[in-house]
């Protein structure tokens, strides 16, 4: 009923009120003055309300802040930590939508895919090999200078301590005799890097014919037999 | 951070209150910037507009909820338990002082504005209209004058006076109804009708 009173007196002008207004609120104001009279109190309350707005001083906050913090200076931790928990774990929100929770999903899925991922991995790398050089014989009248320090394909070549019969893809022909010669040359040994034989035991077969095939393996840089580098660069 | 700030601003005044327990600074922050200035125009309403003490009185009732927040129970409104607290502050006020003390702007209590040279003498005429209107308000006995201000200035609803003031709807009314008539009979000199 007050405030139905307000809305009425504040909207309303005295001579447009109804019969059942003027009877409902006959304790209020009976005439024209009265209600006028009312009129300007709200009038003025409501410019109480939207002028008079009060603002308390900055020192007084500052104080009151001072006797907070005397007050609960041992728990600024747990404020803290309430803070961060109230956006990382909100808990008027569903599970799926807070955002710790979802963190801790991606993490855990990353976990799972990663051993996969790494398993799926193309291993490219080269077999590592020594670097040999094998020489192929045969029965050719091929002259024994045109020894090949042949370029070793991996794949076919390998260091052993036993000798091993390595053949090449391109094979330089000798004469068994010249191989011979090479192989017990003393020059030839001396200017060798690295040096391995095995025709002497070849040679030294029972029956005085080899037959199979043989192979000198030797290293020696390119520059000290040039006839064979050019050999190799008319090749390639 | 800022989302931890619209958090607060989100929060109910009770819940701020249960967080101010616990030491959450932000929620104290929150509550003061929405019943500091309230709080502290009622009191200078309360408190014959002395803006010192009305300062003073801001500062010890929320000095009061710092201290000692258990004493608000959660089960009940703050905005009804902190006008509260504040009509108890004024009324032990009213008992420290043995005479009531007003404002006064050198105006005699009787001069009596009636002018018929409305257009020329209308805007001083509001200004002397809303100094009386404080005066009146002020020389309003207290507990209709904490009736009026608590409904029509603080906007308070009946049952919440009710239950701030500790006294039952019925006795509410009637003081509102006394304070109402009280002012609209003591600002009669202005003559609303013929001032138009």
Redesign the interface.
Known sequence: M?EDLIDIVMTKEFVELTESERHDFT??FTT???F???????L??E???TK??????QA??D???A???S??SK??P??WY??VL??LYPKEKPAFQRPLLQVAAIVVLLLLVYPFLNTMKVKDEPVQMSRTESVHESKTNESADNVDPVVPTPAETKVVESPVLVAQETPILMDVESVTEMSVSEERLAEAEDVSTFSSAAIAHPDGIFTGVSAVTYSQSAAKQPAIFDLLTATF | MRLIRQQHKAMTDESLMIAISSGDKRAFDELYARYSGPLLGYFMRMLWRDREKAEDFVHDLFAKIVHKPEYFDTTRSFKTWVYSVANNMCKNEYKKQEVRKGTTNGLDNHYSLYDKSVNVMSEVQDNFFQEAFQKSLANLDEKHKEVFALRHIEGLSIKEISEAMEINEGTVKSRLFYATKYLAESLKDFNPIENR
């Open positions: 007050k304790e209020w024209q003055e009265e006028e009279q009312m009129k300007q109190v709200f003025e309350v410019r109480i309300k008079d707005r009060f603002v308390p001083r007084t906050k104080s009151l802040d006797l907070f913090a007050k609960h728990t600024a747990t404020i309430n803070s109230v956006a």
